[in-house]
């Protein structure tokens, strides 16, 4: 028979949704007596929370954040963990408290000895003898302004000269020049990956330290801002990519075209490429003909310059960081050749 009893804490209302988020976890434990009390706050711990069990009474020191920042966990974990042993021989376990946890961030907390639980009922809690993992509960979408800001038009250059040369050092000025935007961009997208743990800042210098994970979350936010113009060709893949050069004042391939040049994953029939500007002369000149229907050439117009073009077996392709975001928005084959992409080019280059 579970027996809770509740001490009622006056707090703020991410902390009482916190204390209603911890009794809901060990209320679904089945464990044949549970006692819960929410204690008076402490300086170190924002609530804590007895539980009885037949291997005796642990107390878990629950602290509350309004974002669990993969960068600040050191710190928090740190602080409870120092708080734990002030309580010995008393059994004490650290907690943390968000509304939402990454998966780098659970991983984090996991590395750290810090167990943690979310507002919507996931869980990792290790106690004296028993460990409750809770998952499958739906977190709330996370489309929030950090990530809106870091992936956005111009913060996302800063990124993606980051990802070009992760093992670089960079200051602000040179980080500036490669991308193509302001100091105060520069600077507000740094703040935001050291925030998520991705950049580690030492003497006014900065370095990647998770390249492939940042890689794959912007994947995960990408939303691109493009016009796409649709065609068909009666000619072959290479026959048209052929006389892109003697139409076009500026493109770039992308997609399975530029892939091939890169790490050929798979033969490909559709072409697609980037343009500053496009217009319906360029289209005749190149003999394309309308194809929503049944199109086999993409134009992406950027209304901007292409940054960071390559050439690439005499070819002009955006570069392979460029190249894999677009792959993942195609379904199918277009992940398979993302991924391979990823871990014979772009990994490669980063070793």
């Given at each position: 028979?579970?027996k ?11 902390e ?12 679904s434990v ?17 609530f ?20 669990a920042?993969?960068?600040?966990l050191h ?15 008393e059994?004490?376990v650290?907690?943390?408290v ?6 780098q ?6 590395e750290?000895g ?7 009922g996931n ?6 003898g ?10 709330p979408?996370?489309?929030t302004r950090?990530?809106?800001t ?5 913060s996302s ?8 040369e992760?093992?670089r050092?960079w200051n602000?000025?040179?980080?500036a ?8 961009q520069?600077?507000t ?6 925030q ?23 994947a995960?936010?990408?939303?691109p ?10 000619d ?8 892109l050069?003697?139409?076009l004042?500026?493109?770039a391939l992308?997609?399975?075209?530029a892939a091939?040049r ?6 490909y029939q ?7 500007q ?6 005749r000149?190149?003999?394309?003909r ?17 940054p960071?073009?390559?050439i690439?077996?005499g070819?002009r ?5 460029q ?11 277009g ?5 391979y992409?990823?871990?014979t ?6 070793k």
């Open positions: 028979m579970l809770i009893s509740k001490s009622v804490l006056i707090g703020p209302e991410l009482r949704k916190a204390q209603d988020a911890i009794h809901a976890v060990l209320a089945a464990i044949d007596e549970v006692e819960i009390q929410v204690q008076p706050r402490n300086a170190d711990w924002d804590e929370v007895r539980v009885k069990t037949k291997l005796g009474p642990v107390a878990l020191l629950c602290d509350v954040k309004s974002r920042w993969p960068n600040e710190a928090i974990a740190y602080r409870l963990q120092r708080a734990v042993r002030t309580r010995q021989p059994v004490c650290p907690v943390l968000a509304p939402y946890f990454s998966a961030a659970m991983e984090s907390c996991s750290l810090l167990s943690w639980a979310d507002l919507s869980a990792d809690l290790k106690m004296e028993v460990y409750v993992r809770v998952r499958g509960f739906e977190t979408k996370r489309e950090s990530a809106t870091l992936y956005g038009p111009r250059r800063v990124i993606h000269a980051l990802l070009l992760p093992s050092k602000t000025e040179s980080l020049s490669a991308s193509g935007v302001s100091f105060g520069v600077s997208v740094r703040n935001l990956l050291e998520n743990d991705w950049l580690i800042s030492s003497y006014g210098v900065a370095t990647l330290s998770e390249p492939k994970k940042l890689l794959e979350d912007w995960a936010h990408h939303k801002r493009r016009i796409a113009h649709r065609y068909f060709s009666l072959p893949p290479a026959k048209l990519e052929a006389r050069e003697s139409v004042p500026d493109y992308t997609e399975f075209a091939d890169y790490a050929p994953y798979t033969r559709r072409v697609a490429f980037y343009v500053p496009w217009t319906e002369d360029h289209g000149e190149l003999g394309l309308g194809g929503d229907g049944a199109s086999n050439v993409t134009i992406y117009e950027t209304g901007d310059d292409i960071f073009v390559e690439v077996r070819s392709c955006v570069s392979p960081i190249t894999y975001l677009d792959l993942t928005q195609l379904a199918g084959r992940l398979a050749a993302a991924e992409l990823l871990e080019q772009i990994v490669g280059r980063w």
